[in-house]
C-alpha cells in the first residue's frame, strides 16, 4: 500500500512537471524514455508508458515507427548504432493523461524517471541516488527549479540534459563498434563491462549469418574460457552436433592448448555442458582469442561440408524424381552397334498396342536421342510412325528402344500367360523356380486394399521357345511323379510296419 507521504510527494512531482510547457513536457519524458534504450530493468513498463502516454518509437532517420519499445528493439532497435527516438502522438493529450491520471500510475512515470537517473549518474560519475521518498523530494525540487529557470527556452537550448544523452549515444556508438568487430572476427571477447545490448547484438549477427555464438569470457590475467553455443542456428542445432561431430572436432582442434594449460598446472578441460554448448574451461589467455580463430575456421569448413551434403542430396532427389526411361536414356552410348547393347532376336517384337503405352515425351525424348525430327506440337501418330521406320530398318535401335523403355514395354502377368499359353499357377511356380524372372512388381488398388502383381521384361519373355515350356512342363511332370512314387513308397512302408507292430 502506498503512504500518505509517498501520494503527497507524487501529487508534488506531477505538479512541478505540469509546469513545463507542451513541448518540453514532451521532450523531457522522451529523455528519460531514450535514457533507458538497451537498459533491461524497464522493458515491460516502456512498453506500458508507451501505450499509456501515447509515445511511439523509431530510428533515427527512419520513417517506420513502433507502439511499443519492445517492438521496436527487436525488429531494428538492436541494430540501429544511432539509437532510437520517442515521439510523442499528441502533445495536449499528453498533458491532459497527465493530469488525469490515478496516482499509482503516475508513480509508474516516477519510476521512469528515476531509472533515467540512475544510467545518468553512472554515466557522469556523481553520487548515488537518494532511493524512495527521498528521491521524489529530490525530484520535485529539481523539476521545479529548472521549469523556473528554463521556462521561455527552447528544449533543444537546455545543453545539460542533451549533454547526458550524447554520452549515452557515445555509449551505445560504441556498443556497435564492439559488435562490428566481433561480426568481422566471428567471436565475441567478453568482459566483465560488456553490457546486454554488445552480447544480443553478436547474437543476432550469429543467427543472421548461420553461425554459432563464439565468446571469449576473461576470467583474470591468466585464464579465459571459450564458449561456442549452436543456439542461433535454431532446429538445425542437434543435426549438425551430430551430423559432424562437432564435439569430437572440437577436441581435436582444443587439444594443443588443453596441453599448454595443463603444463601450467591449471585444469583446462572441453566439456559438453548441454546438447548445443560446449565450453572450453581455463585455458591459457594468450591462447583463447586463437581458440577461438581456430573454432571459427573449422566452423567455415563444417559450413562447406554441409553445402556439398546438401548439393548431393539434392541432386540424388532430382534423380530419383526423374523416371526410370529417362534416367536409362541419358546414359544411352550414342555410337551405333555398341556392344553394351547387342542386337536382339528376331522373335523379340513390338506389342500390337505398343503406342498406347507410350506418350508423346517419351517418343519425343527417344527421336531427340535419335537425333529425328521431335516436336511435342507434332501429332502422336506422326511421331510413332517416324520412330516405327527406324525400328524397323536399325536393328541398334530397336535394342535401344526395347532398353530404355524396358518398364512401359513389360509383360504384364495375364499377357504372359497369353503368350504361353500357360495357367496363372504355372506361371507362379516358373517365378518361384527362377525361371521367370521378375522385372518389378506394380499394384493396383481394389476392395480397400493394395494387389500386387509382377510385371516381365518383353525382351526374355519374347525369346522363350515353345521346346522350352514343353522342357519345363515335363520336368514338373517328372517332379510330381517322383514325389508320387516317393509316396506311394512311404504310405506302403507305414502300412507294413503296422502290420509287424499288431503281429
Known sequence: MMTPETEALLYQCRVALLQYGDEQLGALLGYWFKFMIGEEAMDEELDDLCLLLDYRVQSWGAKTSYGTYTAWWEVEGYLAPEGGVFICADMVSLRQCLLNMPVEQFGLVMELAYQARLVEVELRGEPSLLTGNGFLRQLAAWLGDVASRFKNVQWGNLSHLRQNLETKDQRRMHEQEIIARASQHGYLVVYPSTTRVVKNGFQHWCKVSDRPSICVEVAGLQLARVLIDTKPLGDRSKQIMETFQIYDRLMACAEPYISR???????????????????????????????????????????????????????????????????????????????????????????????????????????????????????????VERLLKRIEIDQTT????????????????????????????????WVEEGKLLVLEHRSFHKAGSDMIYPVFDRRVILTVSHEQL?????????????????????????RKAKRDTST
Not at 532376336?345 to 521431335?374: G, I, M, N, R, Y
Not at 535394342?399 to 500357360?422: I, K, Y
Not at 514343353?470 to 507305414?494: D, N
Request: aromatic share 8%; with cysteine; hydrophobic share 45%.
Open 470 to 494: 514343353e522342357e519345363w512342363r515335363a520336368e514338373h511332370q517328372a517332379c510330381v511323379h517322383e514325389r508320387r512314387k516317393a509316396g506311394a513308397q512311404a504310405a506302403a512302408a507305414s
Open 261 to 383: 594449460s595443463r603444463e601450467q598446472m591449471h585444469q583446462a578441460v572441453l566439456r559438453q555442458v548441454y546438447r548445443r554448448l560446449v565450453v572450453l574451461e581455463e585455458v591459457l589467455a594468450e591462447d583463447a582469442e586463437q581458440v577461438a580463430q581456430d573454432f571459427v575456421a573449422l566452423w567455415s569448413d563444417i559450413l562447406e561440408e554441409e553445402r556439398q551434403q546438401l548439393a548431393e542430396r539434392r541432386e540424388r532427389l532430382a534423380a530419383l524424381a526423374e523416371p526410370r526411361w529417362m534416367i536409362t536414356l541419358k546414359g544411352m552410348p550414342v555410337q551405333e552397334n555398341d556392344p553394351a547393347v547387342p542386337p536382339l532376336p528376331e522373335t523379340v517384337v513390338l506389342p500390337d498396342q505398343w503406342a498406347s503405352l507410350l506418350t508423346k515425351e517419351h517418343l519425343c525424348a527417344f527421336l531427340t536421342f535419335l537425333k529425328l525430327p521431335a516436336n511435342s506440337r507434332h501429332a502422336k501418330a506422326n511421331l
Open 398 to 429: 530397336k535394342a535401344q528402344f526395347f532398353e530404355v523403355f524396358a518398364s512401359e514395354l513389360a509383360v504384364p502377368p495375364w499377357e504372359l500367360e497369353e503368350l504361353f499359353a500357360c495357367t496363372a499357377t504355372e506361371r507362379k511356380r
